[in-house]
């Protein structure tokens, strides 16, 4: 559902133009686009990290080069707007969205298809700019392409729709901040708490107690009414942790109050109504749980209007650093800034996280409250027991650099882009690490500050 200020607030996008037949967009798109609150600029006199169209009136090879120039890292978004004079079959669509295509929007003339391409562009600049405020940045860290997609999935139906959210991923990697932010981004007019309860704790004998709440003398020890979860949650958000561990005959006490909103304390007659949002959250495969019958179908298909999967941290290990930085601030005192040691930085990076981001946030922790003075952690903060923890420390390449570079030669990437797309990323990771200090950055590189911002000045040369 589109909001009062999605849809009034002003957009600028960029746009870039492919083959002979424009060098713009016609002015009849740029007027209506206009008229709907998003002016387009070229892309050479934007920084396009927001939303832009690459308008199509070239080959579908030449679209597909120009997406991955745009977005070779696959955070950008780009709408891809194939010309009138243009047919496009299926197959070309999502060759498009392989390339980095975020959607395909045929220009036909028509003002429904202005309208359908300045509400997506409004819709991507709304959700990006709710991604880098403080409440979202300050509590779910990490710039990864994996981490950035799922904010951006979880962040729109957070703000945007009412739909009941799963959550899944492996223990560890946020989920119950995730909730958090939902409930956080959630526009409900006089919106109430978030109540949580963690389905690991709700036992069969208390669990109608614990979900609907009793009257006094309902059962043996009820001296008192008291409300349960989904009367608490009326007005508020109900997160219910790890919902894929309650026993099948629990999981059919939701059924009707997930359905119809209505629920009975325990030894009452009257039915009581209850408004709330929903958020469940479960470490299992909720489709491998569904076709093994450990969890109800219907019940599935009620809690996962929107599903979304919190990578692990193996899979956003560009992640490790910001956030082992983020932690730090937690321990240190607030007048020391937080400063990592190659060799530390090396050993965060390469060790194993089976606990994900909980677990790399006890190991920084520890090592925190080790260190002492306002010099860099360095290896002597490292907590005995866990120098044995990481195998070749000091190697380098490793075998991650050789995957990544497997993968390249499989697509076709040749070796000119391989070693561009090396020292591209290389900057951008110590800019990142260093946040965004040019001298600290060049250091790590081993180059001098001018050579830094030379690079970064072709880079953008090139881009134009």
Known sequence: MDSEADSKARTTAWYRCVGAGHRSPPESISSRLRDSNVDIAPAESLVHAGPGILWL?????????????????????????????????VSAVWRLVNAGASDVISWNGTLDTADAISARLRRWSAVDSLLAAPAVRSRLVGSSPVWIAMLRQLVEAAAFTDASILLTGESGVGKEEAARIVHSLDRRRDKRDLVVLDCTTVVPELSGSEFFGHERGAFTGAVSKRDGAFALADGGTLFLDEVGELAPGLQTQLLRVIQDRTFKRVGADAWQHTSFRLVCATNRDPVEEVANGRFRRDLYHRIAACSCTLPSLRSRTADILPLSYHFLREVLPAEVEPALDPAVQEFLVKRDYPGNVRELRQVVLRMGKRHVGRSPITVGDIPHDELGRVDGLGRWPDARFDEAIGHALAIGVGLKEIGRVATDTAMRLALHSEDGNLQRAARRLGVTDRALQLRRAQQDAEKT
């Open 57 to 89: 009136s070239g080959t579908l090879d030449d679209a597909v080069d120009a997406l991955r120039e745009l977005n070779p890292d696959g955070l950008t978004r780009v709408l891809a707007v194939p010309d009138s004079g243009a047919t496009l079959a």
